[in-house]
């Protein structure tokens, strides 16, 4: 008779065994289908959060090369001059050809005084030291204030490359000189040493500060006079042949899953890494992710320990009832069935089970699914520390130009409560694949005992 049909044959008889094999494999494959559901759901949310949160690798002049750098006493205090290689457009062609990398901001810096206007005053050290410092950027909603909510356009429009002498001012400074949008306003370069023209920009936005002053603020320090402007207004300001980054240029990635690959590629480019270096800034995805990340590894640990029990459970049936037919084992050997059929007819017994309970399990996987996700999603965000923003602990906070320690304000930030699961063909057919091999492996396992002894061994201890 043929191993299929007598396979089958014996699966309709023994009723009681397969109906206990078929609510084995039917649970095991339930909980293994769930989980694939939820696997791919948090991975599918995870990914569409990395591209919509993003992440930012950042080129900067290396501080800590102290041979680029010159220290002088200056009128309001030490004078600091750079001496390396300055960070320009060139640095930027050549980053931007790495894979993965959507867009940048480069970051200009200045100190002025006010000419026609006048600045919030602040402590003063020196009669010279009525002055602010200012960034120029290549997009201003891409500035580190703005991007974190420290800064909030409330009038006007940002900077962008294709601007030429313009700025962007706090309803602060707005205020104190009546200034409005399209009004100008004239600047000159602070710097001790040089001779520098008076440089008219004209105001395109009105930006208000969130940011608490203390009550220690210099003129410079002070949020409120804070003057962002294009490049072109910067090259002039500054009297300097190209336009440069002295902030650095921060680079804005597709997926910050890759930042560490992006990171790596840029080191192996041809730049001037004795004056430069590399920092990376993945705080905003980790401060909304840190649920989907802690569920991914939860629900893979899930599918790994239930495809482990599934196998070490279907061993133990299957070698119980192996054992129970130790007399049908030993007529079909000494009837010349080989060992090997014998094996085959009893995957293909379970194989059958397997089948109708890996199907039934899609419609019962569907059913829990979505509970399990939103149980399992709200277990992973119960147990996840609110994420901690590195701040320099030397009163720094909000005082660095570029914004680099500014924490986040994660308030106005999408992060998921829950995630949408659907159970597909696809991890069906994967739960066939995976169920199959644990069918072959742990029936295989469990036969050996049985079907490793001679036919007259086995005869013999029947009698």
């Not at 919509?52 to 950042?58: D, N, P, T």
């Not at 009297?239 to 804005?252: A, K, R, S, V």
């Amino acid at each position: 008779m043929n191993l299929w049909k007598r396979a089958l044959l014996y699966t309709m008889r023994k009723k009681g065994k397969t109906v206990i094999l078929f609510l084995v494999l039917f649970v095991m494959s339930t909980f293994v289908l769930t989980g694939l559901a939820i696997r791919s759901a948090a991975d599918r949310s995870a990914g569409e959060l990395r591209k919509s949160v993003g992440g930012s690798i950042k080129l900067i002049r290396d501080e800590e090369k102290t041979q680029n750098w010159t220290y002088e006493q200056g009128i309001g205090g030490t004078m600091v001059g750079y001496t390396g290689t300055p960070i320009t457009d060139n640095e930027i062609e050549k980053i931007m050809q790495v894979k993965g990398i959507k867009s940048y901001n480069g970051i200009g810096y200045g100190s002025v005084y006010a000419r026609d206007f006048s600045f919030i005053s602040g402590i003063q050290f020196s009669a010279g030291s009525d002055y602010s410092s200012l960034p120029s950027v290549t997009h201003s909603e891409a500035f580190n204030y703005f991007r974190r909510k420290a800064f909030r356009l409330i009038k006007g429009r940002h900077i962008t490359p294709e601007d030429d002498h313009v700025v962007l001012i706090s309803t602060a400074l707005a205020d104190k000189n009546g200034l409005k949008l399209d009004d100008s306003i004239t600047v000159r370069c602070a710097n001790d040493a040089g001779e520098y023209p008076d440089v008219s920009l004209k105001i395109i936005g009105i930006y208000k500060s969130t940011i608490e002053e203390g009550k220690f603020n210099t003129t410079s320090t002070d949020k409120r006079n804070r003057l962002i402007i294009d490049h072109r207004a910067m090259k002039e300001i500054m009297q300097t042949d190209t336009i440069q980054y002295d902030n650095g240029i921060e680079f804005f990635v597709d997926d910050p899953k890759e930042i560490e690959r992006i990171t790596a590629e840029i080191q192996k480019l041809d730049l001037d890494w004795n004056c430069f270096k590399l920092t990376v800034d993945n705080s905003a995805y980790e401060a909304v992710a840190s649920s989907l990340t802690a569920m991914q590894s939860m629900v893979t640990g899930l599918i790994i320990g239930i495809g482990v029990v599934s196998a070490g459970v279907l061993v133990l049936i299957v070698h119980m009832w192996i054992r129970q037919r130790v007399r049908e084992t030993g007529i079909l050997l000494s009837l010349g069935v080989g060992k090997f059929r014998i094996i085959l007819q009893h995957i293909a017994e379970t194989m059958f089970i397997a089948l109708a309970a890996f199907g039934l399990s899609y419609f019962s996987s569907s059913l829990i699914a979505q509970g399990s996700s939103d149980l399992l999603f709200a277990q992973a965000a119960e147990s996840q520390p609110d994420i901690e923003f590195e701040i320099p602990d030397d009163g720094r906070e909000y005082m660095d130009l570029t914004g680099e320690f500014i924490p986040y304000d994660t308030s106005a930030m999408v992060s998921p409560d829950n995630i949408e699961v659907q159970v597909t063909r696809n991890h069906l057919l994967l739960v066939y694949m995976m169920g199959m091999c644990i069918v072959v492996f742990s029936v295989t396992l469990a036969s050996r005992s049985v079907v490793k002894m001679k036919p007259g061994n086995i005869l013999s201890q029947m009698s």
